[in-house]
């Protein structure tokens, strides 16, 4: 599935102040790619990420996820923006997001209460399954208190695989991990990507980070400064 953004610019408004968070940003992304977005604090790369995923649409320009004859994301009513969200994108955020009272499996069943049609029994089956495709079967009754912060991260993206997204969208998803942890978290967006190709678009402040993505967007006061190609450097070297 093919992400176009055309002419994007959003701007906030903070008191009399006017933020130009995003400056006409051009960015097609291809089904199966791997990218991280970079640039300093403030740059825009979280108000860019949120416009993909369409959690706002509040901005001038398109974003469109699908063929040419896709609708944008701001054209469509919540409902239809809501189940777009749902049938083609997961989300990994570096807070993990996870409910306290809730086992680790029945956090990864979540979507499933959002609809999908799954019976309680499929959708607890495939929180099992996801689980144990990040490592984590075993630990399936934890509840988040009881798991590190890597583990609940794991969780996190398990959670995110629930309704087989064909975009994956990850806001600094090893910002709040040591350098060894976020490594592994990032083996499994590198194992997702390359053998169910599933499109993984992931910001980062993180050198080490972004040297593991297949090409690099780098954004300064809210326009694309660079966009290029990169041979991912490899685990033992990053
Ligand atoms: N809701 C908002 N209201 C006002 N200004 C905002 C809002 N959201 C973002 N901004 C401003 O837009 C600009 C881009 O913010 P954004 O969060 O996208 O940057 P970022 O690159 O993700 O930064 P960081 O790496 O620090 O998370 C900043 O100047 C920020 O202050």
Redesign the pocket.
Request: aromatic share 4%.
């Given at each position: 599935m093919n992400l176009v953004v055309h002419n994007l610019t959003?701007r906030?408004?903070?008191g009399e102040r006017e933020?130009?968070?995003?400056d006409g940003i051009e960015l097609t992304i291809e089904g199966g790619e791997f990218v991280a977005i970079v640039?300093?604090?403030?740059?825009?790369?979280?108000?860019?990420?949120?416009a993909i995923g369409g959690l706002d649409t509040d901005y001038q320009g398109s974003v469109t996820l699908g063929g040419p004859d896709a609708p944008a994301l701001h054209t469509l009513s919540e409902r239809e923006l809501a189940a777009t969200r749902q049938r083609h994108l997961g989300y990994v955020f570096q807070q993990f997001n996870l409910l306290n009272h809730l086992s680790a499996a029945e956090n990864v069943a979540l979507p499933s209460f959002f609809g999908g049609g799954l019976s309680a029994a499929d959708a607890h089956q495939r929180a099992l399954d996801l689980l144990e495709g990040v490592g984590l079967k075993h630990l399936s009754d934890a509840r988040p208190p009881q798991l590190s912060g890597g583990q609940k991260q794991r969780v996190a993206i398990a959670r995110a695989l629930f309704a087989k997204p064909d975009i994956l969208l990850c806001?600094?998803p090893t910002g709040s991990l040591d350098r060894d942890t976020g490594l592994q978290i990032l083996e499994i967006f590198e194992r997702l990507n390359g053998e169910q190709g599933i499109t993984v678009i992931l910001?980062t402040?993180e050198h080490h980070v972004a040297a593991r993505a297949h090409r690099r967007v780098v954004?300064d006061q809210?326009r694309i400064v660079e966009d290029v190609a990169q041979t991912p450097l490899s685990p033992e070297v990053a």
């Open positions: 959003r906030f408004h903070a933020v130009t968070a995003l640039g300093r604090s403030g740059s825009g790369k979280t108000t860019l990420l949120n806001d600094e910001v402040h954004l809210g």
